[in-house]
């Protein structure tokens, strides 16, 4: 996910934006799948096609984005196909004002492939679509990866003609395969609900928390053959699909309604945790989270907690790769204020089993050699060699975690074990 804060200020400085008019009493979108007239756009530019818009002020921000005057922009709708599209977008608006979010991702019509992706808040009374529309339109011009990506796609592996560019498409880096990325065997089906998050690129400005994504959808496959949770019980969200309302929506109101007496329920975690330095509270860090209002938009781990503790459940398990002390790793903290603060995550309740990736005071590390986040590799690794028991899972991988975090990173990371009375 690029983010464009900065570069709306470099826009705007060019006169960018200033070129952009409000549309005030303009008129409406064409027909769904008329295409603008050539209005000397580059001849080379793709015939781009929205195809799913959602948020607030839908149809407004469909005119703000007709007039950045594509060469030739379709909205797809009303049972018309995809046919002559070469880049597919979907935009999604938080806000219907001025320095509203909108988020944009353009994929490649002929197979699916991310090509771009970008989100950014509005500027100077601008919509946030005002900003990200002109921005998309200048990484579809010869020399940029997106481009230069796309001729790659249209030409079967080889830069069609008509897109020839000097210089080769940079190659894609990929996430190395690990050994636990072969599944275990399926163990025999249980009653049992799992929930896996995992964020790796957030809204806002914040670092990476790599492999976080994949790594929930890794857990979410392992809960289903190594922990037997039926296909339907289980529910997996990655980067904006895990925001704050989806943290509120899955644990206080989709587990209350299908967990029943004597279900087990397995949470998995993968991103950043961050602490409120004046109180010391812990919290998990949604996608759409802000560390310098961690109070507002964070997830506090002892509502988590809460939530969890009012299960019918006869046991409830959760995994967390994330840290909380703000010093690196996977947390994060509010700008200017000083790391290692002192984490209170509060008791744990009874039928609840906290497995968390390192101490209070220590950072937890991701294992770039096996693609995954370090306690999560050995997690895995764990279970599928352990028959899906977490605690045989755990004393398998606390010793080999603490090791490798010294070997590799001459780090300490010490798993922690905790449960309810």
């Known amino acids: 996910m690029m983010d464009f804060h900065s570069t709306t200020n470099k826009l705007a400085t060019a006169g960018v934006l200033a070129a952009l008019p409000l549309l005030a009493g303009c008129s409406g979108m064409p027909l769904a799948g008329a295409p603008l007239p050539d209005n000397g756009a580059p001849a080379d530019e793709p015939v781009f096609c929205v195809t799913a818009i959602s948020g607030p002020a839908r149809s407004g921000r469909l005119r703000l984005l007709q007039n950045t005057r594509f060469r030739d922009l379709r909205v797809i709708g009303g049972g018309l196909t995809t046919a002559g599209c070469e880049v597919l977008l979907k935009i999604h608006g938080t806000g219907a004002s001025a320095f509203a979010t909108v988020s944009i991702e353009a994929s490649a019509a002929a197979n699916g492939e991310l090509l771009w992706k970008v989100a950014s808040k509005g500027s100077l009374g601008v919509d946030g679509i005002q900003?990200?529309?002109?921005?998309?339109?200048?990484?579809?011009?010869r020399g940029q990866p997106p481009f230069e990506r796309?001729?790659?796609?249209?030409?079967?592996?080889?830069?069609?003609?008509?897109?020839?560019?000097?210089?080769?498409?940079?190659?894609?880096?990929?996430?190395?395969?690990?050994?636990?990325?072969?599944?275990?065997?399926?163990?025999?089906?249980?009653?049992?609900?799992?929930?896996?998050?995992?964020?790796?690129?957030?809204?806002?400005?914040?670092?990476?928390a790599d492999f976080a994504a994949s790594d929930a959808k890794l857990f979410a496959e392992y809960a289903k053959r190594a922990l037997g949770v039926p296909?339907?019980?289980?529910?997996?969200?990655?980067?904006?699909?895990a925001a704050k309302s989806d943290f509120e929506k899955y644990f206080e109101r989709w587990l209350p309604n299908r967990v029943e007496a004597g279900d087990e329920v397995f949470v998995y975690f993968s991103g950043h945790g961050a602490p409120n330095p004046k109180t010391g509270e812990a919290y998990l860090v949604p996608w759409d989270a802000d560390?310098?209002?961690?109070?507002?938009?964070?997830?506090?781990?002892?509502?988590?907690?809460?939530?969890?503790?009012?299960?019918?459940?006869?046991?409830?398990?959760v995994a967390m790769d994330s840290c909380f002390s703000g010093a690196g790793g996977r947390s994060v903290i509010a700008k200017g204020a000083r790391p290692l603060v002192s984490v209170r995550s509060g008791a744990v309740p009874d039928k609840i089993t906290v497995i968390s990736a390192s101490a209070g005071d220590q950072i937890s590390n991701t294992y770039h050699q096996?693609?995954?986040?370090?306690?999560?590799?050995?997690?895995?690794?764990?279970?599928?060699?352990?028959?899906?028991?977490?605690?045989?899972?755990?004393d398998y991988l606390k010793p080999e975690v603490a090791r490798t975090a010294r070997r590799e990173y001459n780090a300490d990371q010490d798993p922690q074990w905790r449960e309810g009375p």
């Open 131 to 141: 900003v990200v529309a002109p921005m998309l339109q200048q990484q579809f011009v």
């Open 150 to 208: 796309l001729a790659l796609i249209k030409g079967g592996g080889q830069a069609a003609p008509a897109f020839a560019s000097p210089a080769p498409a940079p190659a894609v880096a990929q996430a190395p395969r690990s050994d636990v990325d072969d599944l275990p065997p399926a163990a025999a089906r249980r009653k049992a609900h799992a929930v896996a998050i995992g964020v790796e690129s957030y809204r806002e400005a914040l670092p990476k």
């Open 231 to 241: 296909e339907e019980n289980v529910a997996v969200l990655w980067n904006e699909r």
């Open 291 to 317: 560390p310098t209002y961690i109070e507002e938009t964070g997830y506090p781990i002892k509502r988590l907690y809460s939530a969890l503790a009012k299960l019918p459940a006869k046991r409830v398990v």
């Open 370 to 394: 096996q693609g995954h986040g370090l306690f999560t590799y050995y997690l895995l690794k764990g279970l599928k060699e352990r028959a899906g028991d977490f605690k045989a899972a755990f």
